[in-house]
């Protein structure tokens, strides 16, 4: 089959990044308000999210060496297609157990698609240029992504406030598009991939291929030991993996909590969800914003020490959210958390690349993606619980407290910047 050039290549990639994320933007808000509103508890609601977490940490090293045997293609087909029915199984949920099952679908949908689609990209370009350069592209598909899900939110804003089928909830409406989309997104996946025989990693056989896919989920847990040994002969490493964690816990108040207390504050799962959707779409342009104050500040004082800064702050702001009293307050309260949340994104991730070498960068990130869902997964039930047992505000208060906590784990990373800076001085001398 003759190799897309990289022109086309770049072409695909990014539609079928739009038509991945956009129709996430729609259910961004609904997917915490929607189970409430069938009749789930905050701490069920906060459990699904923790199995979608679960299912991610589980499948996602063994879905990577799934695409490495069997291609890209497939993988991003079955991926599209698990899509659909965690979308489907969403739709039409009425209990915690039906509710359950969509989340565990949800998270193999998620494991399924990380990673492919940038690999076929990566090597549908490398098939005819040889080394070439592709981090232009991938910063533009971070640009797409974003203004997808903002979009997506925008308009899922809009159609919970229309609510033109009276025999349907408003919230429920998003998720009947969010399924139509995710159609279109599996037909778009399998008319516009394809692979060349330079850029498929099929084996010789289907069955060979199945063995190996096998082999590869049974190896995981060796892999995260062998992960775990590397993060402890490393002590900044080690933090950073730590900081991961603790930064989960501020991601489920900004995430999780949000929408649920301002239905709280309006007396309505449906008038927050319409509240919603432009709120979150307003929140990703302020983190593309924060993330652009964060490479400042690093400049500044360093990477490190703006680090330590944006996370003490993120979790100071989570706290913040569930101190105040009404719903502009907590919009405000979230908008600047969220920006704080995009400015210590980069940097983090700055600093594990710093401790990663080419033989170990793929292993440390997949731990730190690992380690910040296996945390999502225990904290979210757990706050969830706290809510019940005190209130809302509370379990806010307590996980954006806990998240600062996670900055003192940054202590050796800033001694080691420190150790970095005075060598190249003594060097420069």
Do not use: K
Not at 83 to 112: D, K
Not at 205 to 230: F, K, Q
Not at 311 to 329: E, F
């Amino acid at each position: 089959m003759t190799a897309l050039s990289p022109a086309a290549a770049r072409r695909i990639f990014l539609l079928l990044t739009a038509t991945r994320w956009f129709p996430v933007g729609l259910i961004v808000s609904a997917v915490t308000l929607l189970p409430i509103e069938r009749g789930l508890t905050v701490t069920q609601t906060l459990t699904l999210a923790s199995l979608t977490g679960l299912a991610v940490f589980v499948l996602e090293l063994p879905t990577g060496g799934t695409a490495d045997v069997l291609g890209r293609r497939p993988v991003l087909i079955t991926a599209a297609a698990v899509q659909v029915v965690a979308a489907s199984l969403y739709l039409v949920a009425q209990s915690f157990w039906a509710f359950a099952v969509a989340a565990v679908a949800m998270g193999i949908f998620r494991a399924l698609d990380s990673g492919p689609l940038e690999a076929w990209f990566v090597d549908t370009v490398h098939a005819t240029t040889p080394g070439a350069d592709v981090d232009r592209t991938l910063s533009r598909q971070g640009t797409v992504l974003g203004v997808s899900i903002a979009l997506g939110a925008l308009m899922s804003g809009g159609l919970v406030w229309w609510h033109p089928l009276p025999l349907w909830s408003a919230l429920t409406l998003p998720y009947a598009v969010y399924t139509a989309l995710a159609v279109g997104h599996l037909v778009m996946v399998c008319v516009l991939l394809r692979e060349t025989s330079t850029s498929t990693r099929a084996s010789p056989s289907a069955a060979t291929g199945l063995r190996r896919a096998v082999l590869s989920a049974r190896g995981t847990p060796s892999v995260v030991m062998s992960g775990l040994r590397l993060a402890r002969g490393n002590r900044v490493l080690l933090g950073l993996l730590v900081v991961e964690a603790f930064w989960a816990v501020a991601m489920v108040v900004m995430e999780s909590f949000q929408p649920i207390r301002l239905a709280e504050l309006l007396d309505s799962e449906e008038r927050a969800g319409a509240l919603m959707g432009p709120v979150a779409s307003v929140g990703w342009a302020v983190f593309a914003l924060g993330a652009a104050l964060g490479g400042a500040a690093s400049r500044r004082i360093g990477v490190a020490r703006a680090a330590v800064l944006a996370r003490v702050l993120n979790g100071l702001g989570a706290a913040w959210m569930g101190l105040v009293a009404g719903p502009a307050a907590l919009v405000a309260a979230y908008l600047v958390t969220y920006g704080l949340h995009g400015s210590g994104g980069p940097l983090l991730r700055a600093l594990i690349h710093r401790e990663a070498g080419a033989g170990n960068r793929a292993t440390v990130l997949s731990m730190a993606s690992m380690t910040g869902f296996a945390a999502y997964a225990v904290a979210s039930p757990a706050l969830g619980w706290t809510a019940e047992a005190i209130s809302t505000p509370a379990a806010m208060l307590i996980g954006g407290l806990a998240s600062v906590a996670g900055a003192v784990f940054l202590v050796p990373a800033v001694r080691r910047e420190r150790e970095l800076r005075a060598l190249r001085t003594a060097v420069s001398v």
